[in-house]
T-cell receptor, first 112, second 115 residues
């Protein structure tokens, strides 16, 4: 069945460094790829997304890249800050957006 | 605050019991999504309703059922509860029927503990 693999499961960086989280999806019909940030005890919140007709998207310190041929997409956070510490989930949605498959999550620690 | 409300916040019950979780979407949103988040399995999509009708089904067990009412609030019913059903259950809503075009907003979640 459809699957989204996410790596690494845990990532620890120094404040100011960059963080990269990678995801691979299996359903070739997937065409929308959101990323969510979930702080401890809180709800997931959309931080950035990308559609299959775009290779890269940036929003300030956050960027997402998509390689449709290889079926993988990545989240890049530059100049990390302690408040970036959270669990990040990638997801892939099939055509029509009816079913979303989430990655297992990456716990990011940013050390001050 | 996303505008999506869920009740109750916490629920503690025993195995074999039945519970109902409630979700009120943001004003104007027609879609409601239910997700289960357990420690070992991350976020799992359960089911989506759009304007009162079931739109998509994910990994929802037969012991679970949901519905969306005419006022667009939704209920998730969990029956014959097992220890493994202990999890955080999120509801989300969006304007349209596809999150590809309309952002979904998550509620605060209901933490279910089955003893």
């Amino acid at each position: 069945g459809e699957n989204v693999e996410q790596h690494p499961s845990t990532l620890s960086v120094q404040e100011g460094d960059s963080a990269v989280i990678k995801c691979t999806y299996s359903d070739s019909a997937s065409n929308y790829f959101p990323w969510y940030k979930q702080e401890l005890g809180k709800r997931p919140q959309l931080i950035i997304d990308i559609r299959s007709n775009v290779g890269e998207k940036k929003d300030q310190r956050i960027a997402v890249t998509l390689n449709k041929t290889a079926k993988h997409f990545s989240l890049h956070i530059t100049e990390t800050q302690p408040e970036d510490s959270a669990v990040y989930f990638c997801a892939a949605t099939s055509t029509g957006g009816f079913k979303t498959i989430f990655g297992a999550g990456t716990r990011l620690f940013v050390k001050a | 605050d996303s505008g999506v409300t869920q009740t109750p916040k916490h629920l503690i019950t025993a195995t074999g019991q039945r519970v109902t979780l409630r979700c009120s979407p943001r004003s104007g949103d027609l879609s409601v999504y239910w997700y289960q988040q357990s420690l070992d399995q991350g976020l799992q999509f359960l089911i989506q309703y759009y304007n009162g009708e079931e739109r998509a089904k994910g990994n929802i067990l037969e012991r679970f059922s949901a519905q969306q009412f005419p006022d667009l609030h939704s209920e998730l019913n969990l029956s014959s509860l097992e220890l493994g059903d202990s999890a955080l259950y999120f509801c989300a809503s969006s304007v349209g029927f596809s999150i590809s075009y309309n952002e979904q907003f998550f509620g605060p979640g209901t933490r279910l503990t089955v003893l």
